[in-house]
């Protein structure tokens, strides 16, 4: 499914004020949710056995959702360890879990990750996971990732990719910044404001920032092949990588 109104009519009727909100608040998260979803039908098309999915950070079930309905070729497991949004995919979710079509973890990332057998998943999917991530525990994230795809598997990520250029990078978050300001105090929700002011500083500092040029070699360090960055919207883009067929 690509088509963006059909997209946030179907997201809204099962994820419902989640999603609207941060449709609203953040409308490009939820467009790389809808990007990772996409990478995951074409990926499924060139595929003839069911394909086994790993995804990090399911959060409440946005992007969950976005691989489920790309594919009825895969099964996924969802991993968070954030208890309270997990409880919300679950049940936002129930009818694909009951199918046996979706599995939850509430193990933190890297654990869950050394759990899976190597050369044993087809495809590893997220957003707006990783670069939450301190940089030494995403190194070992994206090591346990490369690990447990098989050969020719591949890496679907959409996520903040810090442009290189940090002046420009600065006034993107500016621009970002006057919008939150813009939509949340229309909104009269001075609350979520402060919640993802703290969230944005935390993303911007140092040991956390997942700056592009640094990001993509670091996959590339890691063994993938085929890297490839696209649909840049702002701080926000698409990255696929592969793990090289033997």
Known sequence: MTDKSQYDALFSG?????????NLICPLATEMSRLVGVAVGEYSAQAVDPLSVVELGGGTGITT???LTATDKCTILSIDNEPVMQEQAKQHLHKWAAEGRLVFSGEDALTAL????ADSVDIVASAYTLHNF????????IQEIFRILKPGGQFINGDRYGLDDVSQHTRTIQHEVSGYFKVLTELGKLDVLEHWIVHLFNDESENHVMRESPALEQLQDSGFANITLTHRLEVNALVTATKPRL
């Open 14 to 22: 099962v994820i419902g004020q989640d999603y609207d909100t941060l």
């Open 65 to 67: 959702l976005a691989l």
């Open 114 to 117: 050394k759990n899976i057998a």
């Open 134 to 141: 301190l940089n030494s525990y995403r190194q070992q994230v």
